[in-house]
């Protein structure tokens, strides 16, 4: 939706979460005497304390917050959705004609400079950050949006024609888009979000729309190692860009293998499509293997913590699905003694190939979360025809988690944090788990050892 037409729709704002604060402010900035409305299952006092604030001074605001917020969705022509919302929790309390927009189909429609969209289901948010610094240290205009990054809005007011957006974009914010990126990067595709969407196919449909959407002069940049990926590649119009492990000769011509900081096959799959987009760019191979070089992983993803009596402290807290922490222990090898899993369901998830690649590991201890700990656990009893002996240990305490590993794991081994499930229940999100795991491995280590080396 171009922003000019905002102005004559009776528009709210649905969701009070970062983007949803985003979309406000940026609204309000735009339109400074329209009436506009907020909707929210939060109560007034439970909103962040600056924008409780902001909303209390402003003289043109609707408030309908707690648990009846639905209601009021009937009163307006234009609703902006966060992308948490499930559209069909919405639908029933439309009026006839009502238009359901986001901040990502806004952005598209009115965004200046040139936008590179990121998705997959595992490791958009590295590749993502990685296409970003390489760009960035290239001494290009660039921004890094979406989940990982800044929210889009206040950027878009600004926005130049020579402005390049990197944008992480989960399925979520993908669902109903009328518009894609001229340049598109498909990293992965595995089961997920099951509890949002009705099946798998739905799911996939929502991330296809990246590659779909796209027209005759963008670019679609993929992972043709997945048959998923390769038929959503052929429905599009852009000009297709394959990427597999079979670049990985290519990729050595500008780093070493070993000098790539991001461990496991996914990783070097990531570095391989933000090499192709640096290329697009004409960045050169120095510099491109100087940005590769300098990255800093990010946090919660098989992110190193440090060697603290003598064990090797992973924290994976992002791997919320099986598929990921399986390539988690491809990545660390058999160094790793511990793994810690289990956690919230995402709708039916299958455990069994993930139970299959513990049972070929060297891993001696599994410490397990509820709920799906116990499946876990029920997997691995059933697919261990050979007996093979674990000790296994339930908890509900991340404090116990790594308590219990610091007993367990042996000298030079590996203790990772790997959950392959969601983290409600126990924890607010995996951001507040995997710092649970970083306080109590600080906290079980011995105030007189100062942390070791590599």
Do not use: W
């Not at 760009?135 to 130049?160: A, M, T, W």
């Not at 799906?372 to 261990?384: C, D, P, S």
């Amino acid at each position: 939706m171009k922003i000019d037409k905002i102005k004559s729709k009776k528009t709210v704002v649905l969701g009070m979460g970062k983007e949803g604060i985003d979309t406000y402010l940026a609204l309000r900035k735009i339109f400074p005497e329209k009436k506009l409305g907020i909707a929210d299952k939060l109560k007034f006092k439970e909103l962040p304390t600056p924008i409780r604030k902001k909303i209390k001074s402003d003289k043109k605001i609707n408030l309908h917050l707690g648990n009846r917020y639905l209601n009021s969705l009937k009163k307006y022509d234009l609703i902006i959705k966060t992308p948490g919302i499930q559209l069909n929790l919405i639908k029933p309390y439309l009026k006839k004609g009502a238009i359901i927009s986001s901040q990502t189909e806004i952005f598209l429609e009115n965004c200046k400079g040139t936008v590179i969209g990121v998705t997959g289901t595992k490791g958009k948010g590295t590749c993502a950050s990685l296409i970003y610094k390489i760009l960035k240290d290239s001494g290009l205009n660039v921004y890094l949006i979406g989940n990982i990054g800044r929210p889009v809005f206040k950027l878009l007011l600004r926005s130049k024609k020579n402005d390049i957006f990197v944008y992480e974009l989960s399925s979520h914010q993908l669902q109903n888009l009328k518009k894609s990126c001229h340049i598109a990067v498909f990293t992965n595709l595995y089961p997920d979000h099951l509890d949002y969407y009705k099946n798998f196919e739905a799911y996939k449909k929502a991330k296809a729309n990246i590659a779909i959407l796209q027209k005759k002069n963008d670019i679609f940049i993929y992972n043709a190692q997945q048959k998923e990926i390769r038929d959503i590649a052929n429905k599009t119009k852009a000009k297709k860009i394959p990427f597999s492990q079979k670049d990985k000769k290519k990729l050595e011509k500008i780093i070493k293998i070993s000098d790539i900081p991001i461990k496991g096959d996914q990783n070097i799959l990531n570095v391989i499509a933000a090499v192709i987009v640096a290329k697009i760019f004409k960045i050169k191979d120095n510099k491109i293997k100087k940005s590769i070089k300098s990255f800093k992983p990010l946090a919660h993803r098989m992110e190193f913590l440090g060697k603290y009596k003598g064990i090797k402290f992973y924290n994976d807290s992002l791997a919320t699905i099986p598929q990921a922490t399986e390539l988690a222990i491809d990545a660390l090898g058999k160094k790793i003694k511990t793994i810690i899993l289990g956690g919230s369901k995402k709708g039916e998830i299958d455990f069994s190939s993930l139970a299959k690649k513990i049972l070929k590991s060297n891993i001696e201890n599994i410490i397990l979360f509820p709920e799906t700990g116990f499946e876990i656990f029920e997997k691995i009893k059933q697919l261990n025809k050979e007996k093979k002996h674990f000790e296994i240990f339930f908890t509900d305490s991340m404090r116990e988690a790594v308590k219990i590993s610091y007993y367990k794991t042996s000298k030079k081994a590996i203790c990772l944090l790997s959950p392959a499930s969601a983290s409600f229940g126990i924890f607010k999100n995996y951001k507040e788990r995997g710092n649970a795991f970083k306080k109590y491995v600080k906290y079980y280590a011995s105030k007189n050892n100062k942390r070791e080396s590599n």
